[in-house]
């Protein structure tokens, strides 16, 4: 059973700039969340996907979107890149649409770093 | 909305030492509370969860037990180790339309020998 795996672990991108982050889910999940983890903060919540559809998002902007692929992998992409999207991005995978107290595994991450 | 509040770090202990770390939360709902440990470097990995009110989560000599009537989730360790040197994050989860987790701040434990 493989874990949860990001791609790439570190990138750094020019202000205005577009960025893809990818993310494997473990086997057998169907759901994938994106968190955003500025330095020193606790992550926040980006998006959701279920099955191929969005079904939660946080506030974050629309220039934040995202993908969820028939074997559940799922791409994060942010347009636009400002100072402030600087950030480790973890991704979390889990069973289910809504499986409360659940587990939901994480990725390593990738740290962004926007000059 | 929902939030959570961890007491602020770094929590710098000896070995052996008894460790509490304070998590309280706001919830609208009967959430699902969790501990979650990030290591340098590395992602977040469940440490212990407790879905219910006066549930206990235990693993590997941690404990927080959920105490609905003071809305709290105290991560609690008798003897801490160097190697339990990390960043702990207290999370909940509302159990709405996702699997949404709300985090805390984080927790900066330094253990020295």
């Known amino acids: 059973e493989t874990g949860v795996t990001q791609s790439p672990t570190h990138l750094i991108k020019t202000r205005g700039q577009q960025v893809t982050l990818r993310c494997s889910s473990q086997?057998?999940?169907?759901?994938v969340s994106w968190y955003q983890q500025a330095l020193g903060q606790g992550p926040q919540f980006i998006f959701q996907?279920?099955?191929?559809?969005?079904?939660g998002r946080g506030n974050f902007p629309p220039r934040f979107s995202g993908l969820q692929f028939p074997n559940y992998s799922s791409e994060l992409n942010v347009n636009a890149l400002e100072l402030d999207d600087s950030a480790l991005y973890l991704c979390?995978?889990?069973?289910?649409?809504?499986?409360?107290?659940?587990?939901?595994?994480f990725g390593q991450g990738t740290r962004l770093t926007v000059v | 909305g929902d939030s959570v509040t961890q007491m602020e770090g770094p929590v710098t202990l000896s070995e052996e030492a008894f460790l509490t770390i304070n998590c309280t939360y706001t919830?609208?709902?009967?959430?699902?509370l969790f501990w979650y440990v990030q290591y340098p470097g590395e992602g977040l990995q469940l440490l212990l969860k407790?879905?219910?009110?006066?549930d206990k989560g235990s693993n590997k000599g941690f404990e927080a037990t959920y105490r609905k009537e003071t809305t709290s989730f105290h991560l609690e360790k008798g003897s801490v180790q160097v190697s339990d040197s990390a960043v702990y994050f207290c999370?909940?989860?509302?159990?709405?339309?996702?699997?949404?987790?709300?985090f805390g701040t984080g927790t900066l434990l330094a253990v020295q020998p």
């Open positions: 979390a995978s889990s069973v289910g649409e809504r499986t409360g107290g659940s587990e939901a595994f």
């Open positions: 407790a879905t219910k009110a006066d």
């Open positions: 919830a609208t709902g009967y959430p699902s």
């Open positions: 996907y279920y099955r191929e559809e969005e079904n």
């Open positions: 999370a909940l989860r509302d159990g709405g339309a996702t699997n949404k987790l709300i």
């Open positions: 086997s057998g999940h169907n759901t």
